[in-house]
């Protein structure tokens, strides 16, 4: 095929900076997509070709590259972003020029963009689940901790309110630098051994994460009374701190590299196969790799990459993705998700403790906010 005659994408994951490793596992996971379905024949016999850019964790340089590939590449879907900082910086530039961006990250909710398709969990397919595990296995004290950006801030507020739902209590939030030392942590540390919580949940992100659980096994604080909880800890941030370090501690989300299902096992060994044993394959990747496909079999069946006509035929689509059968919710644009939450091993591998077994439908605004309720799918329940 020639190049000419290809599918042009646009693929916006940071290679440097701060949030870099598990960016560059939502880019590798967005290129083994593409890899499959070239291998395939392509789309629409047409390969897919990606123009890659590194915003290196940089909020101005994820919108400036934005503006580039959709004005100077004349690419017309955007795949990428991690923190809701560089998220919020690029819709702008994608809404003024009517294109369309595929989000493959968590978030804090609270948004809807025409322009925009969020794979990623809202919080009531997350954090409404981890709070319900927290405050019946551990206790009703929690002590927040977060970087100083606004995931962190509104991710924070939400568990505020599952925990007051739940008849308990935040004893303290505090914030570190994007860019953290581990002297901002030992101020953390002083802080925890204060309250004494029964729980830390962290918002943290990036490479302040493996300092915050190194400084918590230094102060030899027991995970198995007071664990750290986190919806940005993953597979990605667990590979940069020790397994002792990691050892206990917990997260919720729709994927884990250790799920035993077959398209899960399948997704995983072609991820490691392609870009090394080692490569961690964090939900976050998982959520690119199937955005990809979803979005390209919008584009056959739509027989354009005309953002409008990609947008409708994706609200149609359904995809066997690696943590099971997905869609979009044409009502908000989010996905439709399959919460788990997991504890990491001795290994430093997350072993799933929960699983509902049902498909929860996104309510990115939190309107049902009880922790009995979430709002699950009519797809009948299955055990993943």
């Not at 959709?70 to 923190?83: E, I, K, N, P, Q």
């Not at 750290?228 to 590979?239: D, G």
């Not at 399959?338 to 072993?351: T, V």
Request: hydrophobic fraction near 40%; charged fraction near 20%; include cysteine.
């Amino acid at each position: 095929m020639k190049t000419g005659e290809s599918w042009r994408v646009g693929v916006l994951f940071s290679q440097s900076g701060v949030t870099a490793a598990v960016e560059q596992t939502q880019l590798n996971a967005t290129l083994l997509a593409i890899d499959e379905i070239n291998a395939a024949g392509g789309v629409l016999g047409r390969a897919v070709e990606p123009v890659m850019y590194d915003p290196s964790s940089d909020p101005r340089q994820f919108r400036a590259l934005a503006e580039r590939l959709l004005v100077a590449d004349r690419v017309r879907l955007l795949f990428g972003c991690y923190m809701s900082s560089t998220r919020k910086a690029v819709l702008p530039v994608v809404e003024s020029h009517r294109g369309l961006l595929f989000y493959p990250t968590l978030y804090e909710g609270f948004e809807y963009s025409r322009h925009c398709i969020y794979s990623g969990a809202a919080p009531n397919q997350n954090a409404l689940q981890l709070a319900r595990y927290l405050l019946s296995t551990f206790g009703n004290r929690f002590f927040l901790v977060g970087s100083n950006y606004i995931y962190p801030y509104e991710s924070n507020r939400l568990m505020t309110d599952f925990v007051m739902q739940g008849s308990g209590k935040v004893l303290d939030e505090t914030y570190v630098p994007l860019l953290a030392s581990p002297a901002d942590f030992d101020k953390v540390i002083r802080r925890i051994k204060k309250t004494s919580p029964d729980v830390i949940f962290s918002t943290v992100v990036g490479a302040g994460t493996a300092m915050l659980y190194q400084a918590c096994r230094e102060a030899g604080f027991d995970p198995g009374k007071m664990p750290i909880a986190s919806l940005t800890t993953s597979e990605a941030e667990v590979a940069a701190m020790s397994h002792e370090a990691a050892e206990g501690h917990i997260t919720a989300a729709p994927f884990f590299e250790t799920l035993s299902t077959a398209s899960a096992r399948k997704f995983v060994a072609s991820f490691k196969a392609k870009f090394g044993t080692e490569a961690p394959v964090p939900a976050a990747a998982e959520a690119a790799y199937f955005q990809f496909h979803l979005a390209m079999r919008a584009l056959a069946r739509a027989g354009s990459d005309d953002p409008e006509r990609v947008l409708v035929e994706v609200r149609d689509c359904e995809f066997d993705a690696p943590q099971g059968r997905v869609k979009i919710d044409p009502e908000n644009n989010h996905a439709f998700l399959w919460p788990r939450i997991a504890r990491l091993d001795a290994r430093g591998k997350f072993q799933t403790v929960w699983n509902p077994g049902v498909r929860i439908k996104p309510d990115p605004y939190c309107v049902v906010q009880s922790l009995d309720d979430w709002a699950a799918d009519d797809l009948p329940s299955v055990v993943r």
